[in-house]
């Protein structure tokens, strides 16, 4: 992999993983229209999202260092019991978090021969890409929208976790599996969206550890120089979308999404029918 397709690749991570589109469907997809580069692989997949999730830990910095340490000052007396209201919701919120990651550390263990292979078929991607705007559509345009971060439950928590080990099949989004599950349960669009990036933190920085140590962070394909020009560009392009991406939804619907993942996968199918892309 060159410099050039490095940047390329990582602007595209930086530009989808907090939007409910797939980030790993497009590094997959754009990977693929490089005929000197073809699918980046799944270690570059994972570990060019620690940028994206550097940028979630910066940006929400003063939350997360707030959440840990009223999660630890629990410990000793059992959870939020003598503690303030600020404290017991952050308390919980450290717990949902950690129990929200369970699920997709045990699938991501138990399919990884599925993950590096047949989940990477462009044709599943597509089908994945319409299905799930579909839900999303669905769940942003009937959901009661009325819950906020305060009134999350360790069993939403845990509900939340399973929605996003769903982006192990690229096409899913992690963020667009946690949000439209998180809408369905009567969250805000704000609140939906929060959740699913505290709840990838762990998920996905665990991830590209795991392959660095596993795989020594190269892809087939992915040298360790362009693999960290990529990651960089990740993050800073990352976090400008996050900034982005909270604002809009404050006033606008998902609904260019949803249209945005149909015409997405109407494009691939037609680009597989017509061999320009290789669906595995």
Not at 75 to 102: C, E, N, Q, S, Y
Not at 121 to 133: E, I, K, P, S
Not at 263 to 279: I, K, Q, S, T, Y
Request: net charge neutral; proline share 4%; aromatic share 10%.
């Amino acid at each position: 992999m060159g410099f050039l397709e490095a940047i390329i690749l990582g602007l595209v991570q930086g530009l989808t993983e907090f939007l409910p589109i797939s980030s790993s469907a497009h590094l997959r997809i754009v990977g693929e229209l490089f005929p000197s580069l073809g699918d980046p692989g799944v270690t570059f997949t994972a570990v060019v999202q620690i940028g994206t999730e550097l940028a979630v830990v910066w940006y929400f910095r003063e939350d997360i260092w707030r959440i840990i340490k009223a999660w630890f000052n629990s410990l000793p007396f059992g959870p939020w019991r003598d503690r303030t209201p600020g404290d017991m919701h952050d308390a919980k919120l450290g717990w949902i978090v950690i129990i929200g990651t369970i699920p997709i550390v045990l699938l991501g263990l138990l399919l990884e021969d599925a993950i590096d292979s047949v989940f990477r078929n462009l044709y599943l991607t597509a089908l994945m890409l319409a299905v799930f705007a579909v839900f999303l559509g669905l769940a942003d345009r009937f959901s009661k929208k009325t819950l906020a971060v305060s009134d999350l439950s360790l069993r939403d928590g845990l509900i939340l976790g399973f929605a996003q080990s769903m982006a192990l099949v690229p096409g899913v989004s992690r963020s667009g599996g946690t949000i439209t599950i998180g809408l369905l349960l009567g969250y805000t669009r704000e609140a939906a969206a929060r959740v699913s990036f505290l709840l990838a933190i762990p998920a996905v920085l665990g991830s590209g550890l795991y392959r660095l140590v596993s795989d020594d962070g190269t892809g087939p394909q992915a040298g360790a120089l362009p693999t960290l020009v990529a990651t960089v560009v990740s993050f800073i392009v990352g976090y400008i979308v996050i900034v982005w991406f909270l604002k809009l939804i404050s006033t606008k619907s998902y609904l260019p999404f949803v249209i945005y993942r149909l015409l997405l996968a109407g494009v691939v199918v037609a680009l597989l029918g017509a061999g320009v892309l290789a669906a595995q």
